[in-house]
């Protein structure tokens, strides 16, 4: 029989029920498949939260100026659940989140510096990337995409066994991928797509995160930075370093992983298990190791979470205090100039342009760092231009390109690009409030009531507003 090979796609997680009854409904409980979904109900509430307030009912979140719908969630609620409303096909975050330890709302991480009522925080790819499979979004927006957003909820399994429809057909001729089966670089990879952010992540040039799947090599893909002296602070997406800092990673090298410690399907915890498989003749065996010596502490950047430390330190009571910042270095992947130079820019660390400068190839992640830093206007344009020639619906070029056009008296240039990035995400409040000042008023005042109806609660938007109407 002659064999014609097809490229298998994803399927989704409901395919494998059938076959898998017992593996699909243990891992169904899971944290992470149930990470993400469409909301069911939120119980009515009043609630303050970085000083606004807001009444949740009827599954939605109603402030003084408007209000918006509760339609999907991210979080399994182990830490905290926050929420995603579409508005025409575009998602944007809430500015509230449920927080599981203290049981209360309070402001979505990062919404506590605000002084009005903010509903325009596009939900990039990243964040469903992490917490949804299935990914529906489109392409040369910001924050658009299909309907659903993501066909499957949490993380399916073919996020950690690659894509199933070959296999579903015909189970025996085509394999799924078997993460602890894999070389230790690929079986990491299937964890640390989700588990690592570093300090920086590049991708390389022409790649995309987006397209890895399971089984294959990350470093193909992008390269993670960390500050060479940055294993203190305890980061919520850090188990990676951390472990990678712990004595044991060191010493046991590549048969210490993830899949040690926990199962996947079931979430069962085999620590102690692990501890003494390679530890047998330790102290305190009748004691849980972890308790000592993976200490709990709350995360630098989880707002109310507390997290497992996994350096495993030697004496938990001694822990060294961060030797401050240095130089970032590749944690996976390689670090070339372009690499470099991005990275440092995403840190705001002055080092950027140097690497920048000397990046191969100077595409369009390169043109516009470069563009952000760059003092003559005239040479700021002519990169922001050739961003656009790569990424046409590039918000930030097509922003701030306007804003060097309008100073330089084009005008109708500055229009059509302002009214571009409205098309990538509508709620971009320079944008907006740029157009409504080179505008004739009847369009101005148009464009500021659709902006508003994206983000009712900005004030610099309504008093632009209220000026056009009683010049
Ligand atoms: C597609 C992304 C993704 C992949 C792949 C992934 N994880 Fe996760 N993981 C998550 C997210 C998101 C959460 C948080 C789930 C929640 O509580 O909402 C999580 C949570 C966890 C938790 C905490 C569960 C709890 O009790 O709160 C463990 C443990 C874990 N993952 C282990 C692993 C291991 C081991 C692998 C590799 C075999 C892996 N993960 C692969 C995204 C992923
Ligand atoms: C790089 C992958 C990644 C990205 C991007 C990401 N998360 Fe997470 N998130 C995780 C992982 C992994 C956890 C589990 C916490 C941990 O690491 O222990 C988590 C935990 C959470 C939790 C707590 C869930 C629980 O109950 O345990 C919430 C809420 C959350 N994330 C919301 C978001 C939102 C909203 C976004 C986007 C705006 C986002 N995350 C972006 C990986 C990611
Ligand atoms: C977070 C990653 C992850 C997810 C999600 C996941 N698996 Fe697995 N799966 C693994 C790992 C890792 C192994 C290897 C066995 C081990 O190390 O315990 C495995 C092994 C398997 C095996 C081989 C037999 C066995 O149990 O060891 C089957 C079958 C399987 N998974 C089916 C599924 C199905 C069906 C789903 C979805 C309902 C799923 N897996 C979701 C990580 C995952
Ligand atoms: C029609 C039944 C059927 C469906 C549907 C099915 N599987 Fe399987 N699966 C099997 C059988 C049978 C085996 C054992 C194959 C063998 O031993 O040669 C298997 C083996 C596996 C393995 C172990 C590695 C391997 O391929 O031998 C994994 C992982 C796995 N399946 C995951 C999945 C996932 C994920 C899905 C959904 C996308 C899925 N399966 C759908 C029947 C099925
Ligand atoms: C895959 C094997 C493996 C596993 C699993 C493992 N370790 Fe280790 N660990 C080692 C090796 C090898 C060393 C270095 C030699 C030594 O000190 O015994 C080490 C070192 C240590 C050290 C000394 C670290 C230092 O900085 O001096 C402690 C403490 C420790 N392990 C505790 C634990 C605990 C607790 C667990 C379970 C949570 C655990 N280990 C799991 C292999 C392992
Ligand atoms: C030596 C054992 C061990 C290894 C290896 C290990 N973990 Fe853990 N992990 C634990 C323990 C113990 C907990 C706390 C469990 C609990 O409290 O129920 C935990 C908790 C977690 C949590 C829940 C949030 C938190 O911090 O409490 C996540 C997410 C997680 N681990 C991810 C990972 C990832 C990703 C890897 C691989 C880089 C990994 N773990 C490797 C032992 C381990
Ligand atoms: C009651 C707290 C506690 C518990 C429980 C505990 N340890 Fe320790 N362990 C310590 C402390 C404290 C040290 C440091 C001793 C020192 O450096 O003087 C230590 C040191 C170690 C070391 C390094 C010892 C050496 O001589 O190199 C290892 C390995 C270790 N523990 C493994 C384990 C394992 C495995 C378990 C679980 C079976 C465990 N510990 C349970 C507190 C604990």
């Known amino acids: 029989m002659i064999l014609f090979l097809a490229v298998a796609v994803f399927v989704g997680s409901e395919p494998c029920r059938p076959c898998h009854t017992e593996t699909a409904e243990a891992y169904a409980r899971t944290p992470m498949a149930r990470s993400s979904g469409r909301v069911e109900s939120v119980p009515p509430a009043e609630v303050t939260a970085a000083g606004q307030r807001y009444r949740i009912a009827a599954n939605r979140l109603a402030f003084d100026q408007g209000s918006a719908a509760f339609d999907y969630f991210i979080g399994s609620n182990s830490h905290g659940r926050s929420y995603l409303f579409e508005r025409e096909g575009f998602l944007f975050e809430l500015p509230v989140t449920w927080y599981a330890s203290s049981q209360a709302w309070d402001a979505s991480p990062g919404y506590e510096k605000y002084t009005e009522v903010r509903l325009d925080r596009p939900v990039e790819r990243n964040c469903l990337l992490c917490h949804a499979s299935q990914v529906r979004f489109v392409r040369g927006t910001q924050n658009r995409y299909g309907d659903p957003p993501f066909a499957d909820n949490g993380v399916g399994c073919e996020r950690c066994h690659g894509p199933g429809s070959e296999h579903v057909r015909d189970p025996v001729t085509f394999p799924m991928v078997t993460p602890a089966e894999l070389d230790p670089e690929r079986r990491d990879a299937v964890c640390i797509q989700c588990h690592l952010s570093g300090v920086s992540r590049v991708a390389r040039a022409g790649r995309r995160l987006t397209d890895f799947h399971a089984g294959e090599r990350l470093a193909d893909y992008v390269t993670y930075f960390v500050w060479d002296a940055s294993h203190q602070d305890l980061k919520v997406t850090s188990h990676v370093e951390r472990l990678a800092a712990s004595g044991c990673k060191r010493a046991a090298g590549d048969k210490l992983w993830c899949g040690t410690c926990h199962e996947p399907h079931t979430n069962a915890d085999r620590t102690q298990a692990a501890c003494l498989g390679c530890h047998s003749r330790a102290h305190h065996a009748a004691e849980q190791c972890a308790s000592c010596h993976m200490p709990k502490f709350s995360a630098a950047d989880a707002g109310h979470g507390v997290f497992t430390d996994h350096s495993i330190p030697r004496d938990p009571a001694h822990r060294s205090k961060a030797a401050g910042h240095r130089q970032l270095v590749p944690f996976l992947g390689t670090a070339d100039a372009r690499a470099l130079g991005i990275a ?47 990424e046409p619906g590039n918000p930030t070029a097509l922003v701030n390109l306007g804003a060097l056009y309008a100073a330089g008296g084009r005008t109708q240039d500055a229009a059509r690009l302002w009214r571009r990035a409205l098309e990538t995400n509508p709620a971009i409040e320079g944008a907006a409030l740029n157009l409504s000042q080179v505008l004739p008023t009847e369009q101005a005042r148009a464009v500021l009531v659709q902006y508003l109806g994206f983000n009712p609660g900005s004030r610099a938007a309504r008093s632009r507003l209220a000026a056009l109407r009683h010049p």
Request: proline share 4%.
């Open 344 to 390: 440092y820019a995403e840190a705001g660390d002055p080092r950027a342009r140097g690497y920048l400068l000397r990046a191969q190839p100077a595409d369009a992640a390169v043109l516009l760092r470069l563009a952000v830093l760059e003092q003559d206007s005239r040479r700021a344009a002519a990169l922001y231009e050739g961003v656009l020639r790569e």
